[in-house]
């Protein structure tokens, strides 16, 4: 087994703030790995595709992850009654333009251009939910980052690992590369798609943060 990355170390935890089992409403290896290497014991039960579609009005990349984290938390909470729920969503932002996942490899290398040589934003909603007490705290992160200037040649060989697939912006920043740098925000594990250090402060707060939720979604 490899060794942690230095992300992966040192994360901070916090208590459940409720007796529900804990559950991650996300597929997303890198945010169970994150989980897993602060010591949290949890489920996993993934939202479904269709919980990340619907819009018809012009967003901000922050309101876009907001929106999703808490569509995916819902389609969850459904499912798994008595439960308390985490979902997140993860975006990078260069210049206005919203990148999410690459559908393919020509769309990788697309957005790999785009952000080389400039700086941009990575943003994280994460939503909070007891479904016993019928309450939610939705929050969003944001990271900055710097691409250097990549030549074509660095850009094929990324490219050719596949580590670009089902990563916001088509690169992973816990993927050993020494071309993207963090320059703005406090937390690296946010980048990688789950903010630890704010998950710890919304989890220790919960219980003064949380608002009751409508039954009419359920």
Same mark, same amino acid.
């Given at each position: 087994?490899?060794?942690?990355?230095?992300?992966?170390?040192?994360?901070?935890?916090?208590?459940?703030?409720?007796?529900?089992?804990?559950?991650?409403?996300?597929?997303?290896?890198?945010?169970?790995?994150?989980?897993?290497?602060?010591?949290?014991?949890?489920?996993?039960?993934?939202?479904?595709?269709?919980?990340?579609?619907?819009?018809?009005?012009?967003?901000?990349?922050?309101?876009?992850?907001?929106?999703?984290?808490?569509?995916?938390?819902?389609?969850?909470?459904?499912?798994?009654?008595?439960?308390?729920?985490?979902?997140?969503?993860?975006?990078?932002?260069?210049?206005?333009?919203?990148?999410?996942?690459?559908?393919?490899?020509?769309?990788?290398?697309?957005?790999?251009?785009?952000?080389?040589?400039?700086?941009?934003?990575?943003?994280?909603?994460?939503? %909070?939910? #007891?479904?016993?007490?019928?309450?939610? &705290? /939705? !929050?969003?992160? *944001?990271?900055?980052? @710097?691409?250097? %200037?990549? #030549?074509?040649?660095?850009?094929?060989? &990324? /490219? !050719?690992?596949? *580590?670009?697939?089902? @990563?916001?912006?088509?690169?992973?920043?816990?993927?050993?590369?020494?071309?993207?740098?963090?320059?703005?925000?406090?937390?690296?594990?946010?980048?990688?798609?789950?903010?630890?250090?704010?998950?710890?402060?919304?989890?220790?707060?919960?219980?003064?943060?949380?608002?009751?939720?409508?039954?009419?979604?359920?």
């Amino acid at each position: 087994m490899s060794e942690p990355l230095p992300l992966m170390k040192n994360l901070p935890r916090a208590s459940i703030p409720t007796a529900e089992p804990f559950v991650l409403a996300s597929g997303s290896p890198r945010r169970a790995e994150l989980l897993r290497s602060a010591g949290y014991e949890f489920e996993i039960c993934p939202a479904s595709d269709s919980a990340e579609c619907g819009v018809d009005y012009p967003e901000t990349a922050s309101e876009m992850v907001a929106r999703l984290a808490f569509q995916k938390a819902v389609e969850v909470v459904r499912r798994r009654k008595g439960s308390f729920i985490l979902a997140a969503d993860t975006l990078a932002d260069c210049n206005g333009k919203i990148l999410g996942k690459p559908t393919d490899r020509d769309h990788a290398e697309s957005m790999l251009r785009l952000l080389s040589g400039r700086e941009h934003d990575v943003y994280t909603g994460v939503c %909070l939910w #007891s479904t016993g007490s019928d309450r939610c &705290y /939705l !929050d969003v992160v *944001r990271s900055r980052l @710097k691409m250097d %200037l990549l #030549s074509d040649e660095t850009i094929q060989r &990324y /490219l !050719d690992t596949e *580590r670009w697939k089902g @990563k916001a912006g088509g690169f992973g920043y816990q993927d050993d590369n020494d071309w993207i740098h963090v320059i703005g925000g406090d937390s690296e594990s946010n980048i990688v798609g789950l903010p630890m250090e704010r998950l710890a402060e919304l989890l220790e707060k919960f219980d003064s943060l949380a608002d009751k939720v409508y039954k009419s979604i359920h």
